[in-house]
């Protein structure tokens, strides 16, 4: 007897593959998840602090004992340029397909210095610290093709070309000693001195080649600085001290350090920094606009909850320009330019009835020009966590990058690589 069930169950068939490849299509699901890397990977089981970069094709990351290359939109990868120690710090951005890390046998060893190129996946120059004492893991930054390596008792610097060192700073038995650094176009150093007890409230502009300081700015009373996001125009994020800690002030100063303006904020900082004052998520500067999430709690307004939106500002004048209208009135977490798109994270949103998930976290483009929102696509729902907190976030060339800030390999995955549901 013939079976007339089969031409159904090939028509059930056809009618749940066309409905896979619509879900893809559309976005949904899991489909812009792209690869993942896990805790191990990453860290070799040890505990560190990755950074990671992303120049044409590649995507970069530090790990344990190398820097490794990956074909940003497969996880293939390309190229690893391997470390004679752990790595320790690296640099926040490239400069010129060029980053530095510092690395050596131990948190409390980190007594050498490298380039790397991220076009070519190869160590352009290698050299030792040059204090005698153990060095400690520190901040490493670039700015005008210098490299600068500041940590506990002591900051040195490398030509970036090639490695020639230009000048070191020991910070013993000195009043006022370097906690801190800010690269880009300029070098900008946070400096603590013997009553502020590893506060800063001096500013310094550095030249690079040198390391002389070319001009000095003091922090306002009652404040300290917990940000320096830009170094031209240079732009610091100051919390309030003592008493008056619930509160926050960005700050823009001139070439030679004069104030131009100051945007006060209600309400504590909404800053996420990490690794240092350039390091911070829920910030963007670019051009002559702070995008900032404003300092805002949610509140509840006839039964529904409210989110700090994002919120623009003059720099030259501190006046706010717009602030978002949030897309289902959730959190926005500005990330950075794009485009000429201003690229944010949403958390998912809570699902209304019982048993409802709600919507799952998205990228959002946000115009410049008049704070406009519109959804970009959807993420995975276990990366919601990582676009809250606890993740350095990275947006390049329609792919969107989460990774963990600390890796201790006892983690499952630790990285995810997101891109467009159509690529």
């Known amino acids: 007897m013939t ?21 893809r299509a559309c976005g949904g699901g899991n489909s812009t998840l792209r690869w993942t890397l896990d805790g191990r990977t990453i860290s070799g089981g040890d505990f560190l602090r ?61 007594d ?6 991220l076009k070519s996946g190869r160590k ?3 050299q030792p610290m040059p204090s005698a004492e153990r060095v400690r893991e520190g901040q490493v930054v670039i700015s005008e093709d210098v490299v600068v390596v500041d940590e506990v008792h002591a900051t040195a610097a490398f030509r970036l070309d090639d490695g020639r060192p230009l000048w070191d700073r ?6 006022c000693v370097i906690q801190e650094l800010a690269s880009g176009p300029a070098l900008v150093a946070g400096l603590s001195c013997d009553a502020d007890k590893g506060k800063v409230r001096r500013v310094e502009g550095i030249d690079p080649d040198s390391g002389r300081a070319q001009w000095s700015y ?52 909404s800053l996420q920094c990490y690794r240092g004052p350039d390091r911070c998520n829920n910030i963007v500067v670019t051009g002559d606009s702070l995008y900032i999430r404003a300092n805002v709690r949610p ?44 690229i944010a994270a949403q958390p998912k949103t809570a ?9 799952p976290p998205k990228l959002v483009a946000v115009d410049p020009a008049t704070g406009e929102t519109s959804i970009l696509w959807s993420l995975t729902r276990k990366a919601d966590f990582r676009v809250r907190s606890g993740a350095d976030r990275l947006y390049a060339q329609d792919r969107f990058f989460l990774l963990k800030q600390l890796v201790t390999g006892k983690e499952g995955t630790a990285f995810r690589a997101f891109g467009r549901p159509d690529e």
């Not at 079976?3 to 879900?23: C, K, S, Y």
């Not at 020991?170 to 009043?175: A, K, L, P, Y």
Request: charged fraction near 25%; include cysteine; hydrophobic fraction near 40%.
């Open 3 to 23: 079976d007339q069930r089969r031409p159904w169950g090939w028509a059930a068939l056809a009618v749940v593959l066309a409905l896979l490849l619509t879900v």
């Open 50 to 110: 990755p950074t990671m970069w992303a120049t044409g094709p590649t995507l970069a990351i530090t790990r344990a004992r190398e820097v490794t290359g990956y074909d940003a939109a497969t996880g293939e990868v390309r190229w690893s340029v391997p470390l004679s120690g752990r790595v320790c710090a690296a640099s926040a951005r490239p400069a010129g397909d060029r980053v530095a890390v510092q690395f050596g046998q131990a948190r409390h060893r980190c």
């Open 112 to 117: 050498r210095v490298a380039a790397v190129d």
């Open 124 to 126: 352009l120059w290698e």
């Open 170 to 175: 020991n910070s013993r038995d000195v009043d």
């Open 218 to 269: 003091d922090v306002p009373p009652g404040y300290v600085v917990k940000a320096m996001v830009s170094s031209r125009p240079v732009v610091l994020g100051l919390d309030g001290d003592g008493s008056g800690g619930d509160r926050s002030r960005y700050v823009v100063l001139g070439p030679s350090g004069d104030q131009i303006t100051s945007i006060d904020i209600a309400g504590k900082s």
């Open 299 to 342: 509140v509840k307004d006839d039964k529904e909850r409210i989110f700090a939106p994002i919120a623009s500002f003059d720099l030259a004048t501190g006046r706010a320009r717009w602030s978002t209208e949030n897309p289902g009135g959730n959190h926005l977490f500005p990330i950075g330019m794009d485009g000429g798109r201003l």
């Open 351 to 359: 699902g209304g009835a019982r048993g409802q998930q709600g919507e």
